[in-house]
């Protein structure tokens, strides 16, 4: 019944949403032989860079590339060694395209029904927000949606719109970059990775979940994608009735991908409810008088606004008419309009603003407030606000706060906006790019498909998330089992694992996905840093006998150190001496309890054994002590 209410809510709202999906590849780079492995060793070259927009194919600028160059940053590039060459820094042509990567790309291209043009044609996609060195993004498309390019889910199909392979961007340094200059690593620059659109056909954000979860699935049974925070992304389209495509970019929490969509569509909806408030309040036109209002805070005692105005800054003041009380009230969970309103100053490149609806107590600046009330000739019901930093930047970021609040009384602007992982919420970043930004590679000639490529994607189709599970159950794992090895970064080593040695299959499966968590947990281990070979080796002793099962947390903690196994195992001998002395120095608990001191007496025997020998040799030493000594 609440899943009927939900989905009712979202089809009342017009609630539409597609995702693309960017996944990072495992074959090496795409344009040259550097490798993919990021281990960034030792940095052999830096390069400083600035950017500019040029136009595309259709002769026009496009908006998301003139708006990062107003930002006017310095780039610095970073080369490690081995993981970046003159391909990366933009001075050599691209060689071929990686033959392994594009192979991946034609069987994901089968596994979801799309056409494969049969001459390809590699583009650029005009980029300058520092994210790679040349001012564009080598892309290429390879597969066109058709009428069977379409994923079945519990609610209702969803068509699959196309698939690019492109080259990933370069890693942003966040620790060095400071002010206006970025600093990039480049050894995340031309990483392959496959794009995957879907058309707006999600109804809802658990849908939009169940999705995401089940294309994640599908690529990962190629075997051939990385895995990793950040080698998987969505991006995730929204719109609602009344309002505007937006781009959420780049979100990485599957977890949380439902509560992303919940907030994103609330924040609309909300900001739709504001634009009918505000006519109805009167309210037609926004003036935008800006003023320089530096002198009014001179003597001003806020540390941040003293410094900013010492080292020569300006700030710049105006009014929302109408406004007052607007910015403290929540557009979305946790997210008020006065933190929407910022963001675009933010985004210009001041640290935010302040504004009357916000304790001035806190910033000791009431005196100052209250004079350029008297100064923008601003009634109680307008609102006042302010910005601070270089004379032109704090200009621009009052005009863009100014300019979006007139926005508030049209509906919601088309537009890129980041993700806050922390509360699920978005924040502005950019305007949203459009076809305008490409126009072809010139370095390298069309790629023709033959039918030979298109026969071994075929043939390298993989098995589905729901052929795989059903196998799985067929070998006796449980449901459960089987549906988290499915979702395991381990899927791959555990089918090697049970061909290889005679071990039990649950064992396996629980090893590489419970009891890993639980040693991660309980030991503080990093358990992802066990490789394929010593998995193997664990699998191996347990095959031979020479590792009990209850030793394998032990054993995990020593793998995920770099260390050997420890095999301290207990022979029947001394196991048969330690149930002995037990049944010696604990009679009196045979005596009073009989049958019942089966179990007492077992945990003090797993006591000293644990992790030493298996638990049922134990068992069945006990009971047949036990036995023995209730028959006198």
């Given at each position: 019944?609440?899943?009927?209410?939900?989905?009712?809510?979202?089809?009342?709202?017009?609630?539409?949403?597609?995702?693309?999906?960017?996944?990072?590849?495992?074959?090496?780079?795409?344009?040259?032989?550097?490798?993919?492995?990021?281990?960034?060793?030792?940095?052999?070259?830096?390069?400083?860079?600035?950017?500019?927009?040029?136009?595309?194919?259709?002769?026009?600028?496009?908006?998301?590339?003139?708006?990062?160059?107003?930002?006017?940053?310095?780039?610095?590039?970073?080369?490690?060694?081995?993981?970046?060459?003159?391909?990366?820094?933009?001075?050599?042509?691209?060689?071929?395209?990686?033959?392994?990567?594009?192979?991946?790309?034609?069987?994901?291209?089968?596994?979801?029904?799309?056409?494969?043009?049969?001459?390809?044609?590699?583009?650029?996609?005009?980029?300058?927000?520092?994210?790679?060195?040349?001012?564009?993004?080598?892309?290429?498309?390879?597969?066109?949606?058709?009428?069977?390019s379409v994923l079945e889910t519990t609610k209702v199909p969803v068509r699959i719109e196309s698939l690019f392979i492109e080259e990933e961007a370069a890693k942003i340094d966040n620790k060095r970059s400071k002010g206006r200059t970025r600093h990039f690593s480049l050894s995340?620059?031309?990483?392959?990775?496959?794009?995957?659109?879907?058309?707006?056909?999600?109804?809802?954000?658990?849908?939009?979940?169940?999705?995401?979860?089940?294309?994640?699935?599908?690529?990962?049974?190629?075997?051939?994608?990385?895995?990793?925070?950040?080698?998987?992304?969505?991006?995730?389209n929204i719109s609602i009735f009344g309002g505007a495509r937006i781009e959420v970019k780049g979100w990485q929490d599957l977890r949380s991908l439902s509560k992303l969509v919940e907030?994103?569509?609330?924040?609309?909806?909300?900001?739709?409810?504001?634009?009918?408030?505000?006519?109805?309040?009167g309210l037609d036109k926004i003036p935008g008088d800006v003023l320089d209002v530096t002198e009014t805070f001179a003597n001003v005692k806020t540390k941040f606004l003293a410094k900013l105005i010492k080292d020569g800054g300006r700030v710049v003041a105006t009014r929302l008419p109408g406004f007052d009380g607007r910015l403290k009230k929540e557009v979305c969970t946790g997210r008020t309009l006065g933190r929407e309103l910022a963001d675009y100053a933010v985004a210009v490149g001041v640290g935010g603003i302040i504004h009357s609806d916000e304790d001035l107590k806190k910033y000791g600046l009431v005196k100052e407030f209250s004079t350029l009330r008297s100064s923008l000739s601003a009634s109680e019901s307008d609102l006042v606000l302010i910005a601070a930093g270089p004379d032109v930047v704090a200009r621009k970021a009052v005009d863009a706060v100014v300019e979006r609040a007139r926005y508030l009384l049209v509906g919601i602007p088309e537009e890129t906006r980041a993700p806050n992982y922390d509360d699920a919420t978005t924040s502005y970043a950019r305007p949203l790019p459009?076809?305008?930004?490409?126009?072809?590679?010139?370095?390298?000639?069309?790629?023709?498909?033959?039918?030979?490529?298109?026969?071994?994607?075929?043939?390298?189709?993989?098995?589905?998330?729901?052929?795989?599970?059903?196998?799985?159950?067929?070998?006796?794992?449980?449901?459960?089992?089987?549906?988290?090895?499915?979702?395991?970064?381990h899927m791959f080593l555990f089918d090697k694992a049970v061909e290889r040695f005679d071990i039990n299959p649950t064992v396996a499966a629980s090893i590489l996905t419970t009891i890993v968590v639980e040693v991660r947990r309980k030991d503080g281990v990093d358990t992802d840093e066990i490789d394929e070979d010593g998995f193997m080796e664990l699998f191996d002793m347990l095959a031979e006998g020479k590792l009990a099962k209850e030793a394998i947390p032990r054993a995990l903690v020593c793998l995920a150190k770099g260390e050997p196994i420890e095999v301290e195992n207990v022979s029947g001998g001394e196991l048969d001496t330690i149930v002995d002395?037990?049944?010696?120095?604990?009679?009196?608990?045979?005596?009073?309890?009989?049958?019942?001191?089966f179990a007492p007496l077992m945990g003090l025997a797993m006591k000293e054994v644990r992790g030493k020998v298996d638990g049922k040799l134990v068992a069945q030493a006990i009971r047949q002590r036990l036995q023995a000594a209730l028959k006198g």
């Amino acid at each position: 019944m609440m899943v009927e209410k939900t989905q009712d809510r979202y089809q009342k709202l017009g609630f539409k949403c597609g995702l693309e999906f960017h996944q990072e590849l495992e074959t090496g780079k795409l344009f040259c032989p550097c490798s993919s492995a990021l281990t960034e060793g030792a940095e052999t070259r830096a390069v400083v860079r600035k950017l500019r927009a040029v136009a595309g194919e259709l002769g026009e600028v496009d908006p998301a590339a003139q708006y990062e160059m107003f930002r006017d940053r310095e780039f610095h590039y970073h080369l490690y060694e081995g993981e970046a060459c003159l391909v990366e820094l933009d001075e050599e042509p691209p060689h071929q395209i990686n033959p392994r990567a594009f192979h991946v790309g034609l069987v994901v291209a089968r596994m979801f029904g799309l056409k494969v043009p049969d001459e390809l044609f590699v583009m650029r996609k005009s980029v300058v927000d520092g994210s790679n060195t040349s001012g564009f993004q080598r892309t290429c498309q390879i597969g066109i949606q058709t009428e069977g390019s379409v994923l079945e889910t519990t609610k209702v199909p969803v068509r699959i719109e196309s698939l690019f392979i492109e080259e990933e961007a370069a890693k942003i340094d966040n620790k060095r970059s400071k002010g206006r200059t970025r600093h990039f690593s480049l050894s995340r620059l031309s990483i392959p990775l496959v794009e995957l659109g879907t058309c707006p056909d999600i109804v809802d954000p658990e849908h939009a979940r169940e999705v995401a979860e089940t294309i994640g699935l599908m690529l990962r049974a190629t075997g051939a994608m990385k895995r990793g925070i950040g080698t998987i992304r969505q991006d995730v389209n929204i719109s609602i009735f009344g309002g505007a495509r937006i781009e959420v970019k780049g979100w990485q929490d599957l977890r949380s991908l439902s509560k992303l969509v919940e907030n994103e569509t609330t924040r609309q909806e909300s900001l739709l409810k504001l634009m009918d408030e505000l006519k109805a309040a009167g309210l037609d036109k926004i003036p935008g008088d800006v003023l320089d209002v530096t002198e009014t805070f001179a003597n001003v005692k806020t540390k941040f606004l003293a410094k900013l105005i010492k080292d020569g800054g300006r700030v710049v003041a105006t009014r929302l008419p109408g406004f007052d009380g607007r910015l403290k009230k929540e557009v979305c969970t946790g997210r008020t309009l006065g933190r929407e309103l910022a963001d675009y100053a933010v985004a210009v490149g001041v640290g935010g603003i302040i504004h009357s609806d916000e304790d001035l107590k806190k910033y000791g600046l009431v005196k100052e407030f209250s004079t350029l009330r008297s100064s923008l000739s601003a009634s109680e019901s307008d609102l006042v606000l302010i910005a601070a930093g270089p004379d032109v930047v704090a200009r621009k970021a009052v005009d863009a706060v100014v300019e979006r609040a007139r926005y508030l009384l049209v509906g919601i602007p088309e537009e890129t906006r980041a993700p806050n992982y922390d509360d699920a919420t978005t924040s502005y970043a950019r305007p949203l790019p459009g076809a305008k930004r490409m126009y072809p590679e010139t370095d390298l000639p069309p790629l023709a498909v033959t039918e030979l490529m298109l026969q071994e994607a075929e043939d390298d189709l993989p098995e589905t998330p729901v052929q795989r599970k059903k196998r799985y159950l067929g070998i006796g794992l449980s449901d459960d089992l089987a549906g988290q090895l499915i979702r395991s970064r381990h899927m791959f080593l555990f089918d090697k694992a049970v061909e290889r040695f005679d071990i039990n299959p649950t064992v396996a499966a629980s090893i590489l996905t419970t009891i890993v968590v639980e040693v991660r947990r309980k030991d503080g281990v990093d358990t992802d840093e066990i490789d394929e070979d010593g998995f193997m080796e664990l699998f191996d002793m347990l095959a031979e006998g020479k590792l009990a099962k209850e030793a394998i947390p032990r054993a995990l903690v020593c793998l995920a150190k770099g260390e050997p196994i420890e095999v301290e195992n207990v022979s029947g001998g001394e196991l048969d001496t330690i149930v002995d002395r037990i049944f010696t120095e604990k009679a009196g608990i045979i005596e009073a309890k009989g049958e019942r001191a089966f179990a007492p007496l077992m945990g003090l025997a797993m006591k000293e054994v644990r992790g030493k020998v298996d638990g049922k040799l134990v068992a069945q030493a006990i009971r047949q002590r036990l036995q023995a000594a209730l028959k006198g």
